[in-house]
C-alpha cells in the first residue's frame, strides 16, 4: 500500500516507506511491560509504601491508578495504534501548534538516555565484578577500603563504621572521594565508561531494526527480570528475619491516609511508574495492527506493571529484615532509598549468603534487563518520532541513523562516568525529564480531551474497536486526569528541593543551569505555538483557528477493510 502526501505546490507525491508492525501480539504486550516495569519497581515502590502507611497505602495506590494512571495509559497506547505515527508526527492529525510537545519529549529521552544507561553501567560493572571465586565487597582487605570499614556483622559495634559493600559501591565503581562534587568532577573513569558502552552497543542491536529487532529482544529483557524475581522471593523469605521485614512492608498504618503526602506519593508513583508523556506508549502501540484490542492491553499491561512493585517490595524486604537479623537492628535502620537500595543494601546481604557469587549474578543480570526495556522505550519514542516525520530522509536508513543518535547520546552521558559523575546522575534525574515530563503531559492531556475532543477521540476508539469508551473513561480523559497531573506538576515544583538526594548540596550555579535544562524542553511548546501563528495566513482569530485545527485527518478506509494494515502502510499519511 502507498499512501499520499502533499508537497509545497499541493501537488500529491508517492511515499513508499513501509511501516512495520508486531510479527506476533505478545512481543508488543513484552515490549510495553518491558517499558514500564523498570529499576523504580524494585527501588521506589517498596519504600515509598513502607513510608506511607505499608498495605494501607495501597488503597491511595489503586485509586490513582484507576482514576488517573490508567485513563493516561489508554490514552497513549489509543492515540498511537488509531493514528500510526510517533509524537511529532501525531500532532499534525490533532492540534498543529502543540507539535512542540513532541519535540519536548524527543529532548527529555535525550537527557534520560544520558544518565538512566550510565545507571545500567554501574549494574554491569557489578557483575563482571561478581565474576570471581568470591565477591569484592565481602571483605576489607581490598585497596579502596578505609580504616572505617568493618565487616558487616560487626557494624552496629562500631562508631563511624561503614560497610564493604558501601566503600566498594562509592570507592571502586564510582570513586566519588575523588571528587569534589559537580565543581571538580574529575576524569572519565575508563571501566565505567566502558560499562556504559556495553549497554548502548546492546540497546542499539535491539532497536536498529526496529520492532523486529525490538521484537525478538524483549524476549529476555521483559521475561528474565521475572525469573529472576521468583528466584530471589523464594530466596528472600527463606532466610532469618525475612518475615520481620515483610511485617515493616505490609503493617498499615491507616493515620497517614489523613494525610495529603500519601495521596501526593501514590500519584506520583503511579505516574513515573507507567511512564506516559515519554512517548514511548505512542511509539510502540504505533506498530500494532489497527483493530488490536489496545483497552484490554492497557488493563493488561498496567495490572502488570502494578502487580510487579508489590512483588518487588516482598523481594526487598525480605532481605532488609535478613539485614536487620544479621546486624541485630531494625529494618528502618537498615534500608536505603534509591540506587543505594540495590547497590549497597542488597550487595550487603547477598555477600553473607551461601552461593553470593550465583545470587549476585542473577540479581544484577536483573537490575540489567530491567534498564534496558526502559531504554529501549525512551530510545524507540524519539526514533520514531523523527523517523516518521521525515521517512525519506531517516526512515529509509533508520539502521544508520540509529548508530548516529546513540553515539551522540553516549558521548554526551561520558560525564556522568566521571568521578563526580554521580552528582550529575541525580541532578539530570530531576532536572533533565523529572519535572518537566508532568507539565508535559499535562498540555498532551488538554490538546487531546480539550482542544481535539474527547467525544472525538472515543469516536476514533470506536472505529478500533467497535464500541465506544464508556462515561468513566470520557469523565476521566475531561476532568479527572488533567486535575491529576497539574497537582502533580504544582506539588513537584514547590518541592523540587526535596527531589535532590542528599547529603550532598548542590551548588546555587548547578540549580541555575538545572531550572535551564528543564526550560531546554519546556519551552519547546511555546516557541511552536508562536513559530506556527506566524507561518500562518489570515486575521488573528483565523490563524488561531487553523492551527488548532488538525492539518491532516487519518484515512481509515483502508485500515477498517484490511486489519492487517501496516505490515505495507507508509509512515505518510492519506490526504
Not at 489496545?294 to 532488609?320: E, H
Not at 537479623?325 to 535502620?333: A, L, N, P, S, W
Request: glycine letters at 8%; one cysteine or more.
Amino acid at each position: 500500500m502507498t499512501s499520499v502526501v502533499l508537497n509545497d505546490r499541493g501537488t500529491s507525491l508517492q511515499l513508499d516507506v513501509p511501516r512495520d508492525v508486531w510479527s506476533k501480539k505478545i512481543e508488543f504486550i513484552l515490549a510495553v511491560v518491558g517499558f514500564a516495569v523498570d529499576l523504580g519497581n524494585v527501588w521506589r515502590f517498596p519504600y515509598i509504601c513502607y513510608q506511607n502507611g505499608g498495605g494501607a497505602f495501597l488503597i491511595p495506590y489503586c485509586i490513582m491508578l484507576i482514576f488517573g494512571g490508567l485513563p493516561l495509559f489508554f490514552m497513549e497506547l489509543a492515540l498511537g495504534q488509531f493514528h500510526r505515527c510517533g509524537c511529532l508526527t501525531i500532532w499534525k492529525r490533532i492540534c498543529p501548534a502543540l507539535k512542540g510537545i513532541g519535540y519536548a519529549i524527543c529532548i527529555m529521552d535525550i537527557y534520560m538516555g544520558m544518565y538512566y544507561n550510565t545507571i545500567i553501567g554501574w549494574a554491569v560493572y557489578y557483575l563482571v565484578a561478581s565474576l570471581r571465586s568470591e565477591l569484592p565487597w565481602t571483605s576489607c582487605d581490598n585497596m579502596w577500603n578505609t580504616p572505617n570499614c568493618t565487616p558487616i556483622e560487626q557494624i552496629a559495634l562500631r562508631n563511624f563504621s561503614v560497610s564493604p559493600a558501601t566503600e566498594f559501591f562509592k570507592r571502586s565503581v564510582l570513586e566519588q572521594d575523588k571528587s569534589d562534587g559537580l565543581d571538580r568532577m574529575g576524569p572519565v573513569k575508563g571501566s565505567l565508561a566502558l560499562c556504559v558502552f556495553a549497554v548502548f552497543l546492546l540497546v542499539y542491536f535491539s532497536l536498529w531494526k526496529g520492532v523486529k529487532s525490538t521484537g525478538k529482544a524483549v524476549w529476555i529483557t521483559a521475561l528474565l527480570p521475572y525469573v529472576v524475581l521468583f528466584i530471589l522471593l523464594i530466596r528472600g523469605v527463606t532466610l532469618p528475619g525475612a518475615s520481620e521485614g515483610i511485617k515493616y512492608y505490609l503493617l498499615p498504618q491507616w493515620h497517614k491516609l489523613a494525610t495529603a503526602k500519601v495521596w501526593i506519593d501514590a500519584a506520583s508513583q503511579i505516574f513515573f511508574s507507567l511512564g506516559p508523556g515519554f512517548g514511548t506508549l505512542l511509539a510502540l502501540s504505533s506498530y500494532n495492527k489497527f483493530h488490536n484490542n489496545c483497552y484490554a492491553d492497557a488493563i493488561l499491561t498496567s495490572s502488570i506493571n502494578c502487580l510487579t512493585s508489590f512483588l518487588a517490595g516482598f523481594v526487598i524486604f525480605s532481605v532488609l529484615g535478613y539485614m536487620a537479623h544479621v546486624q541485630g537492628t531494625t529494618v528502618d535502620e537498615v534500608g536505603l532509598e534509591g540506587p543505594g537500595l540495590v547497590f549497597i543494601v542488597y550487595p550487603e546481604a547477598i555477600a553473607t549468603m551461601s552461593g553470593s557469587v550465583f545470587w549476585a549474578i542473577i540479581f544484577f543480570l536483573m537490575l540489567i534487563t530491567l534498564g534496558l526495556d526502559s531504554t529501549f522505550g525512551g530510545m524507540e519514542a524519539m526514533i520514531t518520532a523523527l523517523c516518521d516525520e521525515y521517512p525519506r530522509l531517516l526512515g529509509r536508513n533508520r539502521e544508520l541513523f540509529v548508530l548516529i543518535l546513540l553515539m551522540m547520546v553516549y558521548v554526551c552521558a561520558l560525564p556522568t562516568c566521571t568521578y563526580g559523575g554521580v552528582y550529575l546522575v541525580d541532578f539530570l534525574n530531576v532536572y533533565g525529564p523529572g519535572l518537566a515530563i508532568l507539565f508535559v503531559v499535562f498540555v498532551e492531556a488538554a490538546g487531546v480531551c480539550w482542544i481535539y475532543g474527547v467525544d472525538r477521540f472515543s469516536s476514533d476508539i470506536e472505529l478500533m474497536l467497535g464500541h465506544r469508551p464508556g462515561l468513566f473513561w470520557r469523565l476521566c480523559w475531561a476532568y479527572i486526569s488533567p486535575t491529576f497531573l497539574l497537582v502533580i506538576f504544582v506539588t513537584s515544583l514547590l518541592n523540587y528541593k526535596e527531589m535532590l538526594p542528599g547529603p550532598y548540596i548542590y551548588p546555587d550555579w548547578s540549580i541555575d543551569v538545572g531550572w535551564l535544562l528543564t526550560a531546554s524542553s519546556l519551552s519547546c511548546i511555546p516557541a511552536y505555538i508562536i513559530y506556527k501563528y506566524c507561518i500562518t495566513k489570515g486575521s488573528f482569530l483565523q490563524r488561531i483557528h487553523t492551527i488548532m485545527t488538525p492539518e491532516e485527518e487519518t484515512d481509515v478506509k483502508d485500515m477498517i477493510a484490511c486489519p492487517n494494515y501496516g505490515a505495507a502502510g507508509s509512515t505518510g499519511t492519506h490526504v
